[in-house]
């Protein structure tokens, strides 16, 4: 069955305004180049990809047991198609537990659910000095570890501290083995990160959050990355980095991407959640645990466009930052973008940016009114 929308659509050479058809896969687009969007005009951009969620709709990448079929609905419905299950620094039953579920999410899509593409492991193998919201149970990384948690679902992104001993080895076995190991959670200097990145680093994890900061004499893992790094996330929260400091990466990084490091709380109302074995409080809009420390957050991917947006970005480039470049730091090079042949990943926003359709592959969503 072959599905068509019209609007304003974003496509790799620019805005056609026109006709997009689409069953699983999108087929044709049709219509007039514009340089712009009017401002009646509905958009139809690709669907977002979040490569950091752990949480939302109440539930947690850690129970496991269908958690992850609960939060790939709820940001479904926010117009995220496709994610990485991120899971906690946790002992390794704990993790095994939930990558067990993952990997059955891989394997049959639920009903309703963005597509799960694979794991992303926010340690356990990080600098006990930098955990941020992450328990204590940092440990040295081993590959024999990697390969069992790898076995149950894909790891697709690995976080790590490269500054640990034996790390720059363990990152060349991750990239070999087709992981891309990402520097987050890391007190490491400038060297270590420079260092990393030839060891084959593809990126940073939350950047400016959890990492050693730039000073003009002591450039951190902040500086190596606005220095060296092709590849970054940030959290657009407008509550983790200053809108500043995302304007000052993204013309640092060129393949910057946004993440939103979502919780269990995410689409919810107010109150206390679980992240991994931590308790953490939802208000104002963050969420945090007791002694104030943020602990992920409770952004879904259409506000975190609108949050672009709104600090001055232009839609077309806020796109590349929610879609096209997460997609091509995976190598998915048939999501990201809305061209005949790829997948059918699409999101239509009314002209205020308010989210009105998703598609995951083809299949129409229901949204979430939060
Ligand atoms: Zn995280």
């Known amino acids: 069955m072959t599905t068509h929308i019209t609007g304003c659509i974003l496509t790799p050479q620019g805005w056609i305004r026109g006709s997009l058809a689409f069953n699983g896969r999108i087929i044709a687009i049709a219509g007039d180049d514009v340089p712009a969007?009017?401002?009646?005009?509905?958009?139809?951009?690709?669907?977002?990809?979040?490569?950091?969620?752990?949480?939302?709709?109440?539930?947690?990448?850690?129970?496991?047991?269908?958690?992850?079929?609960?939060?790939?609905?709820?940001?479904?419905?926010?117009?995220?198609?496709?994610?990485?299950?991120?899971?906690?620094?946790?002992?390794?039953?704990?993790?095994?537990?939930?990558?067990?579920?993952?990997?059955?999410?891989?394997r049959q899509r639920p009903s309703g659910a963005a597509r799960v593409l694979g794991a992303h492991l926010e340690g356990p193998f990080i600098s006990p000095g930098k955990l941020g919201a992450q328990p204590s149970f940092a440990r040295v990384g081993t590959f024999e570890e990697v390969n069992a948690?790898?076995?149950?679902?894909?790891?697709?992104?690995?976080?790590?501290?490269?500054?640990?001993?034996?790390?720059?080895?363990?990152?060349?076995?991750?990239?070999?083995?087709?992981?891309?190991?990402?520097?987050?959670?890391?007190?490491?200097?400038?060297?270590?990160?420079?260092?990393?990145?030839?060891?084959?680093?593809?990126?940073?994890?939350?950047?400016?959050?959890?990492?050693?900061?730039?000073?003009?004499?002591?450039?951190?893992?902040?500086?190596?990355?606005?220095?060296?790094?092709?590849?970054?996330?940030?959290?657009?929260?407008?509550?983790?980095?200053?809108?500043?400091a995302i304007h000052a990466a993204r013309r640092a990084i060129p393949k910057m991407y946004c993440v939103t490091d979502s919780t269990s709380g995410a689409g919810m109302p107010d109150g206390t959640y679980h992240l991994g074995s931590q308790t953490v409080t939802k208000?104002?809009?963050?969420?945090?645990?007791?002694?104030?420390?943020?602990a992920g957050s409770v952004l879904t991917m259409d506000q975190a466009f609108r949050n672009l947006v709104s600090i001055g970005i232009p839609p077309r480039d806020a796109v590349r930052l929610v879609s096209t470049n997460p997609a091509d730091y995976l190598g998915e090079r048939e999501r990201g973008r809305l061209q005949p042949g790829s997948h059918a990943d699409i999101v239509i926003m009314s002209p205020d940016l308010q989210l009105t359709h998703t598609f995951v592959e083809g299949e129409s969503i229901e949204l979430a009114h939060a």
């Open 37 to 106: 969007p009017r401002d009646d005009d509905s958009l139809v951009l690709p669907g977002f990809i979040d490569l950091h969620v752990h949480g939302g709709g109440g539930a947690d990448v850690m129970e496991g047991n269908g958690a992850i079929d609960t939060l790939a609905r709820m940001h479904a419905g926010h117009g995220t198609t496709s994610l990485l299950a991120t899971t906690m620094t946790a002992p390794r039953a704990d993790i095994e537990h939930a990558l067990a579920d993952v990997g059955r999410a891989m």
């Open 283 to 294: 208000c104002l809009g963050g969420v945090r645990l007791a002694d104030g420390t943020l």
């Open 149 to 244: 948690l790898n076995a149950l679902a894909t790891i697709r992104v690995l976080t790590l501290a490269p500054e640990v001993s034996g790390h720059l080895d363990f990152i060349r076995l991750l990239k070999i083995a087709g992981i891309v190991p990402q520097i987050g959670h890391s007190n490491g200097t400038y060297e270590d990160g420079v260092a990393a990145l030839h060891a084959g680093v593809g990126g940073f994890t939350h950047l400016f959050n959890a990492m050693s900061e730039l000073h003009h004499r002591k450039p951190g893992m902040v500086g190596a990355a606005l220095a060296h790094a092709e590849y970054a996330e940030i959290i657009p929260d407008l509550l983790h980095v200053h809108p500043g």
